[in-house]
């Protein structure tokens, strides 16, 4: 859960560097600008049409998708951008309903083998529509429930549902979605990973969302271990730790993950707490990035 609202912090301060960045005076996108932004994103199309909303800064256009003949919509509009009360410009942004669109489409598909698989291995599904699903269809494809106490078949059947999905994702649009299972307690026992096509722990999670930073700050990094240590023993106290929403203040006596990894000939680590750095928050390292 921390990397993931960690991650939501870097998305809103990405999207408020990308708004200023985009001032503008202008008008929503022409047709032919979101027809391409619909192929690059989404995949073949046809065009289906356009829609007014209210006013010309706000067009919303139709779309059918050329695989499987759903329709969904591509909206650009335009909108002030305000810091403090004052008006910096304009900037053009676009979204879409395709996500739920596509998601909708394949559920559809895939729903009678989900039903036989829930009476085959005693478990109960939530889609990604579903309002009490704990995470929707942008992150998980599907949750499986087990109400008894034998969860033996968690990576078993979440496999068996990630394949339902894949089989349709033919342009692999859902890499970073994930199949979660939890336990009668609604404890989180581990996801199967539609990226890694594998069955992971929270504890596999953690590690590989980790290796993967270190390969984003250097492609040619290699990853060589990990190690436990306490809070005490990192040169860290608790008030140089940024908690996030959710998460229990960190104590001396904390553990905190070091991930080891080499990089141009030296050794560094990587730890799994987020400390301040000037303006940024970010995870605990002594690699210059």
Not at 127 to 135: H, I, N, P, R, V
Not at 163 to 184: C, G, H, M, N, P
Not at 225 to 241: F, H, N, P, V, Y
Not at 251 to 258: E, I
């Amino acid at each position: 859960m921390k990397r993931r609202l960690f991650e939501k912090y870097l998305w809103g301060t990405a999207l408020t560097f990308a708004a200023l960045a985009g001032l503008c005076a202008c008008g929503p996108a022409s047709g032919g600008e979101v027809e391409k932004y619909a192929e690059q994103n989404y995949g073949a199309n046809e065009y289906n049409g356009i829609v007014e909303l209210g006013s010309k800064n706000a067009l919303q256009h139709y779309f059918k998708d050329k695989e499987y003949g759903f329709e969904y919509y591509v909206t650009s509009s335009v909108n002030d951008v305000v810091i403090d009360g004052s008006k910096f410009g304009e900037t053009e942004s676009k979204a879409s309903n395709f996500n739920e669109a596509y998601y909708t489409y394949i559920l559809g598909q895939v729903q009678g083998e989900l039903d036989t698989l829930a009476s085959q291995y005693g478990v109960t599904f939530l889609s990604g529509l579903s309002t009490d699903a704990q995470l929707n269809y942008n992150y998980h494809l599907a949750e499986i429930y087990y109400s008894g106490d034998d969860t033996t078949t968690a990576s078993e059947v979440s496999e068996k549902v990630n394949k339902l999905f894949s089989q349709y994702d033919t342009r692999t649009y859902w890499e970073e979605k994930e199949i979660a299972v939890y336990d009668k307690f609604n404890e989180w026992l581990g996801s199967y990973s539609y990226k890694y096509d594998k069955w992971m722990t929270p504890s596999d999670m953690d590690d590989t969302h980790f290796i993967e930073i270190i390969a984003m700050w250097n492609s040619k990094a290699t990853y060589l271990r990990k190690e436990e240590k306490l809070l005490k023993d990192t040169g860290l106290s608790a008030e140089d730790i940024q908690t996030t929403a959710g998460s229990e203040p960190l104590t001396d006596s904390s553990p905190v993950t070091y991930y080891y990894f080499e990089a141009d000939g030296q050794e560094y680590f990587l730890a799994d707490v987020l400390v301040s750095s000037g303006p940024r928050i970010d995870w605990y390292t002594n690699y210059e990035k």
